[in-house]
């Protein structure tokens, strides 16, 4: 394989739109890849966990990067920051996440002379833009950038699909990564959910519209009146830069309300997955594939989720948990009510086989051993075209 080969210790930079989903996602694939003989560069904008990465022993370089700005200039400036910092660096492969990273990743990649790959995380509004110029700005660019990548990774088939259809990339150069896996002996549970009148519900993640959490809050006030026992968790936080973002406001008066108990934001989810006796995740949002649902289902935590790009793939309904249809409260009241009168052993039933389907489809085990073949076939590839 190329690393074997190689006379030095090669390097893969991680680009990405954040520093907190490079340690809370791919933290996994980072120590998997500096055991098999990898250096790694995170690049990303500066945030609570630049530092936890460099403790790892990464190297890390900061980029400024506006996730929702659309200034000509400053995207401009990102491409040559980036550019800068892959020409200055002894970089020989570069994994691109998210979809700002993916396009002038790609293109400063090409310039700098560096293999990559675009992984598409989540299509979010690419698809949806109410602006057609926009749109279609954001569909060239992608276009373009598609070109200059090695290839064009995909956590769902749909995705591919779409991107096939607006012919933004070639076939050839698609490939489906079953999601970016979830350490299932990190996320195991520890303890056997409770039987009681007291029914716990938990959304986690970000608060932001998108995700479903009007729907959460809705469903829960019309439960509360039927099951005034039950309990309804919130654990996330709010980016405040995101216009699809809830307000601190209406997030206090629901909680004021007694209607949901907000615990902010954890940097270990596991002791809320491990209470919670269902998660409730009624995404309106393109996802990927959703972390949140990987890592409750691989804790025995049973899932009510939304028929949504991202969601549905992870939940076999009525097996390991039920899918709902998007923005239907009815529908999402009904599986509430559902799950509320399941026997007891019917719900740890469905829980361990949520955990069965993870371990099976999307064990980091596997995904991690999918990336390592891949780079390896990559660097292999280039090594022969310049020998």
């Not at 790694?40 to 900061?62: C, M, R, T």
């Not at 793939?313 to 799950?339: C, S, W, Y």
Request: with cysteine.
């Amino acid at each position: 394989m190329a690393r074997i080969n190689s006379n030095k210790k090669l390097t893969i930079a991680l680009v990405a739109n954040t520093t907190w989903s490079i340690y809370n996602f791919r933290l996994n694939l980072i120590r998997f890849l500096k055991d098999n003989g990898f250096n790694i560069l995170v690049i990303a904008p500066k945030d609570n966990f630049s530092a936890n990465l460099i403790s790892e022993g990464v190297s890390y370089q900061h980029i400024n990067l506006d996730n929702y700005g659309i200034n000509p200039i400053s995207e401009i400036m990102s491409i040559r920051q980036l550019y800068k910092i892959y020409t200055k660096n002894d970089i020989d492969f570069i994994i691109h996440y998210t979809i700002k990273p993916n396009i002038y990743g790609s293109l400063a990649a090409k310039f700098a002379g560096i293999s990559s790959i675009a992984v598409t995380t989540g299509l979010g509004h690419l698809l949806s833009f109410s602006n057609v110029f926009t749109r279609f700005i954001s569909l060239s660019m992608y276009k373009l950038a598609s070109q200059f990548s090695k290839e064009v990774w995909f956590l769902n088939k749909t995705d591919r699909d779409d991107f096939l259809r607006f012919k933004i990339v070639k076939s050839k150069k698609t490939f489906i990564l079953p999601g970016e896996g979830v350490d299932t002996d990190y996320f195991k549970p520890v303890s056997i959910k409770e039987n009681g009148k007291s029914m716990r519900f938990l959304f986690a993640g970000r608060i932001i519209w998108d995700k479903g959490f009007k729907q959460f809050i809705d469903a829960a006030q019309i439960i509360k009146k039927k099951y005034p026992l039950c309990q309804f968790d919130v654990v996330g936080f709010v980016d405040p830069n995101n216009p699809n973002a809830v307000p601190y406001d209406y997030i206090l008066k629901q909680q004021q309300n007694k209607i949901i108990k907000f615990h902010g934001e954890t940097n270990d989810i596991r002791s809320f997955l491990n209470r919670a006796h269902c998660l409730v995740f009624p995404s309106l949002y393109r996802e990927g594939i959703s972390r949140i649902l990987m890592e409750a289902a691989s804790m025995e935590t049973p899932i009510i989720t939304t028929d949504n790009v991202g969601c549905k793939e992870l939940v076999d309904h009525n097996q390991t948990g039920f899918i709902v249809r998007k923005n239907n409260p009815e529908d999402l009241v009904n599986a509430m009510v559902n799950f509320i009168n399941m026997d007891y052993n019917d719900r740890l039933k469905m829980g361990k086989l949520a955990r069965q389907k993870i371990i099976e489809e999307f064990d980091s085990k596997k995904t991690n051993s999918i990336y390592l073949k891949k780079i390896d076939q990559i660097l292999s590839f280039d090594n022969k075209l310049k020998t």
